[in-house]
């Protein structure tokens, strides 16, 4: 992994950065991904009320792509600063589809909103990249962490925002995108701030399919690409469908928007034990906690469905867990020991197909959701842990991609 050429006080404001800038489009994207749900659901009726999330996954996946190669090419600043201009001008699109009711415009808006997300998402490797090999999962949890401060705020402004524009005439949901504007502005100059470095140069030249085929088959690559591909699918089938559900049991947007936030806390607020968890035991062994949190949080849900107390919020809150430890795990799995030449390239796919998963589940949730109901689309999704789980089973590799070859005062440490 190629690192920054920085002293600690250049680094601790480029982590500084990557915190704010990164907190500020989770902001962004939980207002806009719920308000989209429910703009669109309004509109074209429950079935279609994924679209709106749909389009930010979708665009999620292409940015990712897109702005790994930006990266691989001029900078990890640049990359970022591109990706979250992109994204404030989705914001602006999708305020002014909201505002008219147009459905189109707002589509257009989330996905370029999805772009700006794909900056956030990418943030981690760069932080860790700033950091010796035994920290970097550690590094990587601290800006999925920055995720706690936008991604609960964020709900909790929900209802407050919406009033605001109801008050001034507007369509009360157009407060939400008004904001993930605001959000987006934010991270546009916290990205700014990032160090400047050089791309990374491979030692010798390689051909660019040859060595991206042959990492992918790694063990530990495949284990993280179905660990975060299926973690992905669960919590956003899960997720996605829990305020309409909520809503068609008559549930104001105050207990939405506080059920949501309980559910982000989860994501985020514990990633920085999940990043020391992988540095200290690895990255499948964080994987495997996270796969059997998955397991349990989509019993919970099938037995609080409609239910008023605090058996959802709970439930909610142990699937964003779940899916933090899985997601850290995987991450960690990917920032040790690929080849410079195509590292970022395999963070990109590994990203997209994830998003791309998860992009399908937001659509295919709310048309499960409106045929089944939600406890059969809970008990669904849990049962696609089974695919990740049976590569955790199989052969462990000698060595995986995500524990760094001990150096050696760690092998004399371990002799005596």
Do not use: K
Not at 118 to 132: I, S
Not at 162 to 168: K, V
Not at 299 to 325: D, I, R
């Amino acid at each position: 992994m190629a690192n920054y050429p920085e002293t600690p006080p250049g680094r601790r404001r480029t982590m500084g950065a990557l915190f704010l800038g990164a907190a500020s489009v989770n902001a962004a994207m939980v207002l806009a991904g719920t308000a989209a749900t429910l703009v669109v659901a309004d509109r074209l009726g429950t079935g279609w009320g994924g679209l709106g999330s749909t389009a930010g996954v979708a665009g999620t996946a292409a940015g990712v792509l897109l702005l790994s190669r930006v990266m691989a090419r001029w900078s990890r600043r640049t990359g970022l600063g591109a990706g979250a201009l992109t994204g404030t001008a989705g914001a602006a699109v999708a305020t002014a589809g909201a505002a008219a009711g147009s459905v189109p415009v707002l589509l257009a808006g989330m996905l370029l909103l999805g772009v700006g997300n794909a900056a956030a998402q990418l943030a981690r490797y760069a932080a860790a990249g700033l950091f010796e090999a035994r920290r970097r999962g550690t590094a990587l949890g601290a800006v999925v962490w920055a995720g706690t401060v936008g991604a609960v705020g964020g709900p909790l402004l929900l209802g407050p925002s919406t009033r605001a524009a109801g008050a001034s005439g507007w369509a009360p949901l157009t407060g939400a995108f008004a904001l993930a504007l605001g959000c987006f502005g934010v991270a546009v100059v916290a990205f700014l701030l990032v160090a400047r470095r050089p791309a990374a140069t491979p030692d010798e030249p390689v051909p660019a399919a040859g060595p991206l085929r042959t990492v992918l088959v790694r063990p530990d690559v495949r284990l993280a690409l179905a660990a975060m591909l299926t973690a992905q699918v669960v919590m956003t089938a899960v997720m996605t469908a829990a305020p309409l559900s909520m809503h068609r049991h008559g549930q104001s947007m105050g207990v939405v928007g506080l059920v949501v936030s309980a559910h982000t806390l989860g994501m985020f607020a514990f990633a920085p034990v999940s990043g020391r968890l992988a540095d200290r035991f690895g990255g499948r062994t964080v994987v495997a906690a996270g796969l059997a949190t998955l397991a349990l949080a989509t019993v919970l849900v099938t037995g609080t469905a409609g239910s008023t107390g605090p058996g959802l919020p709970v439930a909610l809150f142990v699937l964003g867990y779940g899916w933090n430890l899985a997601f850290v795990g995987a991450s960690a799995l990917l920032v040790h020991g690929l080849p410079a030449a195509v590292e970022s390239r395999v963070q990109g796919l590994v990203e997209s197909w994830s998003w791309a998963g998860g992009g399908a589940a937001t659509l295919g949730s709310t048309a499960v959701l409106g045929a089944a109901g939600y406890p059969p689309l809970a008990l669904g999704a849990g049962a696609l842990l089974a695919v990740p789980a049976a590569l955790l089973l199989a052969r462990r590799p000698r060595r995986p991609i995500g524990e760094p070859r001990p150096n050696r005062s760690e092998l004399a440490e371990r002799a005596r």
